[in-house]
């Protein structure tokens, strides 16, 4: 994990319904590393997609 992902991650965490699905999240992370998505608007659009799916 790099710095930025990092202070993206702890940014995260201050909003609940993220640090609720916190293990989601980064399951998801994973997905879209194997994916190659780097973007952080397809992040953070992925996460949203995948943790509404669940």
């Not at 930025?4 to 590393?33: A, C, E, Q």
């Not at 659009?45 to 669940?54: D, H, M, P, Q, S």
Request: charged fraction near 15%; aromatic fraction near 12%.
């Amino acid at each position: 994990v790099n710095g930025t992902m990092y202070r993206i991650y702890v940014i995260l965490m201050r909003i609940p319904i993220f640090k609720t699905l916190d293990n989601k999240i980064f399951l998801s992370v994973n997905v879209m590393r194997i994916n190659g998505m780097r973007n952080l608007l397809d992040l953070i659009l992925y996460n949203n997609g995948f943790v509404y799916k669940l």
